[in-house]
Each structure stands twice: as structure tokens, then as C-alpha cells.
């Protein structure tokens, strides 16, 4: 079964500055889907970004963006210029194209990010 | 607006009762999850449905119960059985069945006294 780890239980920024939050994933697929979403404190989650693993480029939205490294399993993301409203749970989910697995996102246990004024 | 509601927000069950959380969606989406949230745990998946009268169970589904008799709707049913039942539960769908991302509700927060 596919595992996912985010090694920081909390990160802490600066305003304006930039921070990077980690994730790595077990499997053993070629082809699969990694997300990072947000849990503001109001709970619900929002997509920050997706990347599809077929795709060499890494995905960008804003001031979000991902480094993607498959081979070695590993999906970080990046926040530029960060604000007080990207305080957050951040969590990294992956999921199957392979029937039979594809059914399910399965999550990291999260990264609570603290942005300081 | 397109969305997923769920009701209700916040929810005091006594123990032994049997409590169900409302999850719809006007998405038009034929998937459907439930997930629980718990305190440094990230999200675990109770049960999700790809088509209507159709729903298997996921990681953590005893003590639980769903029904999918129509696509907008996925109710949760925390039975007697559940014997950690307090926790926050969130409801998701996704446009396909086996690719893309989850759309999330707003989540219920139930709590057994």
C-alpha cells in the first residue's frame, strides 16, 4: 500500500519570505496523481496544487509551486512571498491511476505552517 | 454555487445512539468519500461510493455506515458500534471515478458525551 510522510509536523515564515514543506511517498507505480491541499482553521480543504506523475515539469500556481522529483519519491512545495492567510494545515496526498487502487486519496499526516508578521 | 454541503456543522451525540451526518453535492460528481479527522493523524478513509447503490469500505469503516441511493447524496451513519466516534469528518467527491482531486465539504464536528 502507498504511504505518505510529511516529516515536519510544523513549519514557521517569516511574511514575505518563502518556505518549503516536505513530502516523500512509498509505491511502486509509475503513473499517479500527487496533491497538496490546505486546512485553513475554518477546516475546509482546498487544493493549493496537483501534479501529474507523467509530467517532468513542475507545477506552479501563484506563488505555490512544486518540486517534483520521482525518482526519488519526493514532493515538496515551495510558498514565495508567504502571507498571513497561508497559515495553515498543509497535507500532501497521493493517489493511484491503477484500477483497484484508484479509488482513494491517501494523505500525510500534515504540516502546520505559522506565518509571523 | 456548485458545492458540497454538509450538516450538520457541529453535533453532541450521548454514547450508545446512533447519530447520521448529511453529506450532498450538486457537482454532479460520481464519486463520493468520507473521511475522519483526528489530532495528528491527517485524514483516514471510512467508506466512498463510485456510482449510486454502490459504496465499499475504506480503511477505518467499522462502527460506520453509508447508503448511496441517490448520486447528490452520501449520508454517514456513526453507529453504537464506533467505539471512538468524536472526532471531525470531512466528505469529498471527485469528478471521475479513479483520477484527479477531491472537492471537500466544510466538515462536521461530532462530538459523544
Known amino acids: 500500500a502507498q504511504t505518505v510522510t510529511q516529516s515536519q509536523p510544523e513549519m514557521s515564515v517569516q511574511e514575505a519570505e518563502t518556505v518549503t514543506l516536505s513530502c516523500t511517498y512509498d509505491t511502486s507505480e509509475s503513473d499517479y496523481y500527487l496533491f497538496w491541499y490546505k486546512q485553513p482553521p475554518s477546516r475546509q480543504m482546498i487544493l493549493v496544487i496537483r501534479?501529474?506523475?507523467?509530467?517532468?515539469q513542475n507545477a506552479t500556481e501563484n506563488r505555490f509551486s512544486v518540486n517534483f522529483q520521482k525518482a526519488a519519491k519526493s514532493f515538496s512545495l515551495k510558498i514565495s512571498d508567504s502571507q498571513l492567510g497561508d497559515a495553515a494545515m498543509y497535507f500532501c496526498a497521493y493517489r493511484s491511476t491503477r484500477q483497484g487502487g484508484s479509488e482513494k486519496l491517501v494523505f500525510g499526516k500534515g504540516t502546520k505552517l505559522t506565518v509571523n508578521p | 454555487d456548485g458545492g458540497i454541503t454538509q450538516s450538520p456543522k457541529y453535533l453532541f451525540r450521548k454514547e450508545g445512539q446512533n447519530v447520521t451526518l448529511s453529506c450532498e453535492q450538486n457537482?454532479?460528481?460520481?464519486?463520493m468519500y468520507w473521511y475522519r479527522q483526528d489530532p495528528g493523524q491527517g485524514l483516514r478513509l471510512i467508506y466512498y461510493s463510485q456510482i449510486v447503490n454502490d459504496f465499499q469500505k475504506g480503511d477505518i469503516a467499522e462502527g460506520y455506515s453509508v447508503s448511496r441511493e441517490k448520486k447528490e447524496s452520501f449520508p454517514l451513519t456513526v453507529t453504537s458500534a464506533q467505539k471512538n466516534p468524536t472526532a471531525f469528518y470531512l466528505c469529498?467527491?471527485?469528478?471521475?471515478?479513479?483520477?484527479?482531486?477531491?472537492?471537500f465539504g466544510e466538515g462536521s464536528r461530532l462530538t459523544v458525551l
Open positions: 457537482l454532479n460528481h460520481d464519486a
Open positions: 501534479q501529474e506523475a507523467y509530467k517532468q
Open positions: 469529498a467527491s471527485s469528478r471521475e471515478r479513479y483520477t484527479g482531486e477531491l472537492f
